[in-house]
C-alpha cells in the first residue's frame, strides 16, 4: 500500500479537495487498493470540521465524494505512516518541516514542484477562486500519480 498526504495550513480548502480530487483519479484508474489517501492541516484550527463550503460546492459540482472527510492535524507518526507528504505551498513545507522534526526528506515536497509550474498552489481561502485552485490540483494530481506508479511499478 502507497499512502500519501497532502497538507496545507488549515486542512479545508486546498488539501481536503487534493484528497478527494486524487482519490477519485485513484479510483477511475483501479488503483484504490493500492494507493491510500488522507490530509490534515499544520494548524490546529479546524480539527473535526467539514472542508470549507466553497471547496464541497467544487466537489460537489465535479461529483467528487467528500464523505467523511474533517480536519486534522499533522503529527509526528505521519512521517512514518506515509510515503508522501505533500505540501501546497512552501510556507507548508516549512510548517510540516518543523512539526516533523525533519528538516529535509524526499518525501516531503511542495505539490506544484512536481509540475513545470514549479509554485504555491494559491489559498481559495483568501483568493475566493476555488476553480484555479481545483485546476492545479489537477494538474499535479497527474503528475503525482505519475511519480507513484513508476516509483512503485503499478500499472
Ligand atoms: P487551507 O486554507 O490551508 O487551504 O485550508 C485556509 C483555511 C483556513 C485558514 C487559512 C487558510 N484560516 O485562517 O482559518
Known amino acids: 500500500m502507497v499512502n500519501v498526504l497532502f497538507v496545507c495550513l488549515g486542512n ?3 488539501s481536503p479537495m487534493a484528497e478527494a480530487v486524487f482519490r477519485h483519479i485513484v479510483q477511475e484508474e483501479g488503483l484504490a487498493d493500492q494507493i491510500k ?19 464541497l460546492a467544487k466537489l460537489e459540482e465535479l461529483n467528487v465524494s467528500s464523505a467523511g472527510m474533517s480536519g486534522r492535524q499533522l ?3 505521519d512521517l512514518e505512516e506515509f510515503d508522501y507528504i505533500i505540501g501546497m505551498d512552501e510556507s507548508n513545507i516549512g510548517n510540516i518541516r518543523e512539526i516533523l ?30 476553480d484555479e485552485t481545483h485546476e492545479l490540483i489537477i494538474e499535479g494530481s497527474h503528475a503525482l500519480l505519475r511519480k507513484i506508479k513508476a516509483e512503485h511499478q503499478l500499472i
Not at 43 to 52: A, F, M, T, Y
Not at 101 to 121: A, M, Q
Open 12 to 14: 479545508i480548502c486546498r
Open 101 to 130: 522534526n525533519e528538516p529535509s526528506h524526499p518525501k516531503i515536497f511542495r505539490f506544484l514542484d512536481l509540475t513545470d509550474l514549479r509554485k504555491d498552489v494559491p489559498d481559495p481561502y483568501y483568493t475566493g477562486d476555488f
Open 75 to 77: 503529527e509526528v507518526n
Open 37 to 55: 489517501v488522507d490530509s490534515a492541516g499544520t494548524s490546529n484550527w479546524h480539527i473535526g470540521k467539514r472542508p470549507h463550503e466553497g471547496t
